[in-house]
């Protein structure tokens, strides 16, 4: 169907058989010299227990065979480096080469946490800093830099607002989330031991604080935000949210993932935020996908600092330790100091910037408006108020020839693109979840609206064609929910 395609950038279409397939009895991809030394009975030698049988079925391939092999299928990853990633909430921005520079340095990639802190005041001093850096950033007293990921950042909030008001005599019961929040934090404070109630948005997409003022009571522990929220909309009442919840005593945290919008803009700690995490792996361009590693910092308010994580990493007279004595923590909640190589390109990154930061947050915004403002026409627009780093579109008018979200993200893998996030957040049904990030030039953007615009005509005019794509893929569509169910995740032989 390539006749069909408007603009050139098609994702690259190999056919690559599986590694077994190829194998053909007594190929190999390399040669010892006869043996020079008496041969000895390993089983002996050894112990039978020890020694390994022939693989059944293990492939027998020349080198160049391998080689191939590895190097197409690595070509079927679809990848930052490759194109635009517009994945809405992912922030699947450039990951800057000199951020893996410094992490593989001799001295940074061959250290071991169990080194006495003394060998360790290097490593040290790139937490701290980096420590001081999120600070200064966030508007926060402190960070711990220990969560691994978002959603650990999230419990561990949580867990310090928990400890917090139990110090002040009560817990208290629930959390407050809006319906544009990210869907991980009910799961989140489920988990902290807090029942879950929603708070509906209004017309623009953002918390009503006269709604708010009516829910907030003595059994509220906090409100979770995600600010910007998950409609890419600034929260525009964030200063008097934050005095609502003070007045009752409750706190307020703020989901900072989408930092990638406000970093050297605003700060979450001058308009009244408690405690957040960050994405590092989003904002401070760290890689990810693949389930990881990444990290989850947690900034917090003075009245939090005695219950973060141990060990803390403490500076006195030049000198960086780990201090383990902190009566009120909540204890530790990953191995060692967090994930170092992560912070390390985060510092990378936040060192290259620096205040060069505030550009990146404002292109990442003026992306996603140029963005919207070039699709509006075409696709609905349900929340209207101007975006920050992404923009939510929905499927209503497409859906009137058949054609929904997940269809039109198919048919943009045909036009060489990463697809949006589709059906997120729920808020918007059949939504289409745009974020382009600062990384991309105009030129980019520039092709991804073409592939918009080019489907929408499509949609109206041969919904078959969109509703039946991807058609330049190596396999078509796939049944998602058998492989969600009845994975096959290796091969065997005969099957
Ligand atoms: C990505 C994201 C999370 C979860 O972060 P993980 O690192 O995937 O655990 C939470 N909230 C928002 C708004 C996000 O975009």
């Not at 080469?97 to 003394?118: D, K, M, S, W």
């Not at 918009?452 to 949609?459: G, N, Y």
Request: net charge negative.
């Amino acid at each position: 169907m390539s006749e069909n395609i408007a603009k050139a950038g098609r994702h690259v279409n190999q056919s690559e058989g599986l590694i077994f397939e190829k194998s053909s009895p007594g190929k190999r991809g390399m040669e010892l010299p006869p043996l020079d030394v008496p041969a000895v009975d390993a089983a002996k030698a050894l112990g039978a227990e020890y020694v390994r049988e022939g693989v059944e079925g293990f492939p027998e391939v020349s080198e160049i065979e391998v080689v191939r092999h590895f190097t197409r299928i690595s070509t079927w990853n679809y990848a930052i480096d490759y194109g635009m990633y517009p994945l809405g909430s992912c922030t699947m921005k450039y990951n800057p080469r000199v951020n893996e520079f410094v992490a593989r340095l001799e001295g940074i990639a061959t250290e071991h946490p169990y080194q006495p802190v003394e060998l360790s005041q290097g490593c040290l001093r790139v937490l701290k800093t980096l420590e001081n850096i999120l600070a200064e950033v966030t508007g926060m007293d402190a960070v711990t830099l220990q969560p691994a990921a978002g959603a650990q950042g999230e419990l561990t909030g949580l867990l310090l607002i928990r400890a917090y008001l139990e110090s002040k005599g009560n817990p208290r019961k629930k959390v407050l989330i809006p319906d544009s929040a990210h869907g991980t934090n009910p799961a989140t404070a489920v988990i902290a031991g807090y029942a879950v109630e929603n708070i509906k948005s209004d017309a623009n997409g953002e918390i009503d604080a006269a709604r708010l003022v009516e829910t907030v009571n003595e059994d509220v522990a906090a409100l979770m935000v995600t600010n910007p929220n998950t409609l890419g909309i600034f929260e525009q009442n964030i200063s008097e949210i934050a005095e609502i919840l003070h007045a009752r005593g409750a706190l307020l945290y703020m989901d900072g993932a989408n930092m990638n919008a406000l970093a050297g803009i605003a700060r979450p700690g001058d308009f009244g935020v408690d405690v957040m995490h960050l994405n590092l792996h989003k904002t401070f361009s760290t890689p990810h996908g693949g389930g990881g590693p990444g990290a989850g910092p947690v900034a917090v308010k003075k009245i939090l600092e005695p219950f973060l994580p141990t060990p803390v990493v403490v500076e006195k007279d030049g000198k960086f330790a780990l201090d383990h004595n902190r009566p009120k923590t909540i204890g530790r909640v990953k191995a060692f100091y967090g994930n170092f190589g992560v912070l390390v390109r985060a510092l990378a990154y936040a060192l290259a910037y620096g205040p060069g930061m505030r550009q990146a947050s404002e292109d990442a915004v003026l992306n996603a408006n140029y963005i919207r403002k070039a699709l509006e026409d075409v696709y609905e627009l349900p929340y209207k108020l101007p975006c920050m780093h992404e923009v939510v579109f929905s499927d209503a008018r497409q859906k009137k020839n058949g054609v929904n979200t997940m269809d039109i993200a198919k048919r943009l893998i045909d036009y060489g693109f990463h697809p949006y996030t589709t059906a997120f957040p729920l808020i918007v049904p059949g939504a289409l979840m745009i974020e382009p990030t600062e990384s991309e030039c105009k030129e980019e953007c520039d092709q991804f609206i073409d592939a918009m615009r080019s489907i929408a005509e499509e949609a109206a005019t041969n919904p078959e064609l969109v509703k039946t794509a991807p058609h330049t893929t190596r396999v078509g569509r796939l049944d998602e929910v058998t492989a969600a169910r009845k994975p096959i995740l290796r091969w065997k032989p005969g099957q």
